[in-house]
């Protein structure tokens, strides 16, 4: 996709490359594709939290309806910026007709989406980052060292006790790969455990995804209506012929805005070693 224009103006609207550069970015990002996007233009979001619902009672006709009052709390979500800039000679931009323009600023959304994966998952958290899933007081169950498919469904069962449905696994690749690699029976067996087709691979009938920012040995479990990724509406992809002017080089700018809102952080699931 490209993002960059050779018209008079130099540049293609912003709306279309905000779209562009979130687009790009869910594609390599494993964040957006698990989590439910809220884009906004405000500054900060308020995201009611449900901590008890109103309760319904069997009641006999002509008899008074009990009144019940919901609990909720609000979480204040404010997207944080995250940023990258790289310089390009202007001889090399024009020779090759913004082509190698276009691969850096493709090359940037890439990363972006890559760096909202270690914001969301890593241990320790990027600094500045948004606060992850490492920081949610999570539900943990124990991996038994991944030896068989039983912490995905206990995983379930706990996400389930707590009114959620899992719909993704998310894992490093060494544990992916020992997960994938579980076969029918203790000896001999060829026949995998898990589904593995061109759709991907599903664990227990959730797909499961991978990522290097997860830490090394831990799988979550999340139900993406409970984990949103909070963004800015505008992502900018800009070039400043101004900044490198005695450079004779262009300067371009990525800029995108996120954060994470947890709505039921004990319906997150950790499934890791427990000592």
């Given at each position: 996709?490209a993002?960059?224009?050779?018209n008079?103006?130099?540049?293609?609207?912003?709306?279309?490359?905000?779209?562009?550069v979130?687009?790009?970015?869910?594609?390599q990002?494993?964040?957006?594709?698990?989590?439910?996007?809220?884009?906004?233009?405000?500054?900060?979001v308020?995201?009611?939290v449900?901590?008890?619902?109103?309760?319904?009672?069997?009641?006999?006709?002509?008899?008074?309806?009990?009144?019940?009052?919901?609990?909720?709390?609000?979480?204040?979500?404010?997207?944080l910026?995250?940023?990258?800039?790289?310089?390009?000679?202007r001889?090399?931009?024009?020779?090759?007709?913004?082509?190698?323009?276009?691969?850096?600023?493709?090359?940037?959304?890439?990363?972006?989406?890559?760096?909202?994966?270690?914001?969301?998952?890593?241990?320790?958290?990027?600094?500045?980052?948004?606060?992850?899933?490492?920081?949610a007081?999570?539900?943990?169950?124990?991996?038994?060292?991944?030896?068989?498919?039983?912490?995905?469904?206990?995983?379930?069962?706990?996400?389930?006790?707590l009114?959620?449905?899992?719909?993704?696994?998310?894992?490093?690749?060494?544990t992916?790969?020992?997960?994938r690699?579980?076969?029918?029976?203790?000896?001999?067996?060829?026949q995998?455990?898990?589904d593995?087709?061109?759709q991907?691979?599903?664990?227990?009938?959730?797909?499961l995804?991978?990522?290097?920012s997860?830490e090394?040995?831990?799988?979550?479990?999340?139900?993406r209506?409970?984990?949103i990724t909070?963004?800015?509406?505008?992502?900018?992809l800009?070039?400043?012929?101004?900044?490198?002017?005695?450079?004779?080089?262009?300067?371009?700018?990525?800029?995108?805005?996120a954060?994470?809102?947890?709505?039921?952080?004990?319906?997150?699931v950790?499934?890791?070693?427990?000592?």
């Amino acid at each position: 996709m490209a993002i960059s224009s050779t018209n008079s103006t130099g540049f293609l609207p912003p709306d279309y490359v905000a779209s562009a550069v979130w687009a790009l970015a869910t594609d390599q990002s494993v964040a957006l594709q698990v989590t439910d996007l809220y884009k906004t233009s405000a500054h900060t979001v308020h995201i009611p939290v449900i901590n008890a619902t109103s309760q319904a009672n069997w009641i006999g006709e002509l008899q008074p309806i009990t009144e019940s009052t919901p609990t909720w709390d609000e979480l204040q979500i404010t997207p944080l910026k995250l940023a990258a800039l790289t310089r390009v000679s202007r001889e090399v931009a024009l020779d090759s007709s913004m082509s190698a323009v276009n691969a850096v600023m493709n090359g940037m959304a890439v990363d972006l989406g890559r760096k909202l994966d270690a914001a969301l998952f890593a241990n320790p958290a990027p600094v500045g980052a948004p606060a992850g899933l490492p920081s949610a007081v999570s539900t943990v169950v124990d991996s038994n060292g991944f030896a068989n498919l039983d912490p995905f469904l206990q995983a379930q069962s706990e996400a389930a006790e707590l009114g959620a449905t899992l719909s993704a696994f998310i894992t490093d690749p060494a544990t992916a790969l020992k997960v994938r690699s579980l076969k029918v029976g203790t000896t001999g067996s060829n026949q995998y455990l898990i589904d593995i087709s061109a759709q991907g691979v599903t664990v227990a009938g959730v797909p499961l995804y991978v990522s290097p920012s997860v830490e090394a040995g831990t799988a979550w479990g999340i139900d993406r209506s409970r984990v949103i990724t909070v963004a800015s509406e505008l992502a900018e992809l800009d070039i400043s012929e101004d900044s490198a002017f005695n450079l004779n080089a262009l300067d371009i700018r990525g800029i995108l805005r996120a954060a994470f809102a947890i709505t039921s952080e004990a319906s997150v699931v950790k499934i890791v070693e427990v000592v």
